[in-house]
C-alpha cells in the first residue's frame, strides 16, 4: 500500500517560514516526478511546486517562485517545501503527490497527471 504522509504544517505569522516534508512507504520514487499541491477553502486544488526524478528539474508557480524551494532526498524516499517569506494568501491545505507516469514533470501540471496523494496539512499564515 502507497502512502505518502505530509507533516511540517501550522500557523505561523506573515514573513515566517515552515518547512513540510512528505516521505514515501509502499514504493519508491526515485525516477519519478513528485510535487506540491496546495487547496484553499472554495478554491480548486492548484499546482504550487514539482521536480523530476533526479531533482535536477524544478518548477514553480509564479505565485511562490523565490519564496518556496522544493527538494528531494532520494535515500530516504522523501519530497520536501521550504516555504519562506509567508504571506496570507499562502494559506490553504498543502498535498505532495506522486506522478509514476513521468520522471520529468510538466512545467504547469494538473492534480490528474498524479496518481498518488498524501492526507494534506495544514497551513495558516497570519497578517
Known amino acids: 500500500q502507497v502512502q505518502l504522509v505530509e507533516s511540517g504544517g501550522g500557523l505561523v505569522q506573515a514573513g515566517g517560514s515552515l518547512r513540510l516534508s512528505c516521505p514515501a512507504s509502499g514504493r519508491t520514487f526515485t525516477r519519478n516526478a513528485m510535487g506540491w499541491f496546495r487547496q484553499a477553502p472554495g478554491k480548486e486544488r492548484e499546482f504550487v511546486a514539482v521536480?523530476?526524478?533526479?531533482?535536477?528539474?524544478?518548477y514553480y508557480a509564479d505565485s511562490v517562485k523565490g519564496r518556496f524551494t522544493i527538494s528531494r532526498d532520494n535515500a530516504k524516499n522523501t519530497v520536501y517545501l521550504q516555504m519562506n517569506s509567508l504571506k496570507p494568501e499562502d494559506t490553504a491545505v498543502y498535498y505532495c503527490?506522486?506522478?509514476?507516469?513521468?520522471?520529468?514533470?510538466?512545467?504547469?501540471?494538473?492534480?490528474?497527471?498524479?496518481?498518488?496523494w498524501g492526507q494534506g496539512t495544514q497551513v495558516t499564515v497570519s497578517s
Open positions: 521536480i523530476s526524478g533526479s531533482g535536477g528539474t524544478t
Open positions: 503527490a506522486a506522478d509514476p507516469k513521468r520522471g520529468i514533470p510538466r512545467p504547469r501540471p494538473v492534480p490528474k497527471d498524479y496518481d498518488y
